[in-house]
């Protein structure tokens, strides 16, 4: 028992420079009181003292603002930052060296019997804000970005963010959002996917679904001239669309019109 709240506490200090003491710890940090009370209420619901489990749980959610029911099952050094608005379901499992910050949902998307929440395996960080939805496992190590909503399984060392939650970065390395041809399209109106930064935004979906679009057109057309030469040899195309770059407005040409 004293084993496991000094590596609770010792998570603390590995994770927020902001810690200072064991005393300051042990008095302030909602996330580790939280912890501490599930701990306690997670026993006596394998007891079956479910009712009084429940009481434990609700009274630890007006303490500090962070719900985990008494079922969730919640391993070593778990480590909950700030943590208001906290939610995690009852067949929650969460392993080792997990850290999860506040307004963070581990929910269901049933009202089903069963397995109904997600699997956390160990290492995994969840932003701010994140709702994580459904029976799935998330991944060794995986990284969930504040306010991403993550309703499939993630795999080990991925990094997801966006509604819905999309892979970005898998190995440490970049996961592209385009394909082939609409990475050459992008190229010849100079359009960068990540925006410049390391993470897509919703304006970098947008014009990836418009390129979606040009690139069926430009497939459509070209198949509508293949079908007119057959019909009429004397038909001559310009060959292959170019798209001309001069018919692109930068924001500030735009903005002084």
Known sequence: ??????DDIQSVFDRDPAARSWLEVLLNYPGLHAILFHRLSHRLWGWNLKVLARWVSQFSRWLTGIEIHPGAKVGRRFFIDHGMGVVIGETAEIGDDVTIYQGVTLGGTSWSKGKRHPTL???????????VLGPFTVGRNARVGSNAVVTKEVPENATVVGIPGRIVRQDGEKVSLLNDKQKEMAQKIGFDAYGGADMPDI???????????????????????????????????????????????????????
Request: charged residues 30%.
């Open 121 to 131: 395996e160990d290492g995994v960080i969840v932003g701010a804000g994140a709702k």
């Open 203 to 257: 304006t970098a979906h947008a014009i990836k679904a418009l390129l979606d679009h040009v690139q069926a057109q430009d497939e459509r057309i070209n198949n509508m001239c293949g079908a007119i030469k057959k019909m009429d040899k004397n038909f001559k195309s310009n060959g292959d669309l170019e798209i001309n770059c001069d018919d692109f407005v930068s924001i500030e040409e735009a903005d002084k019109s």
């Open 1 to 6: 028992m004293f084993a496991r709240l000094k």
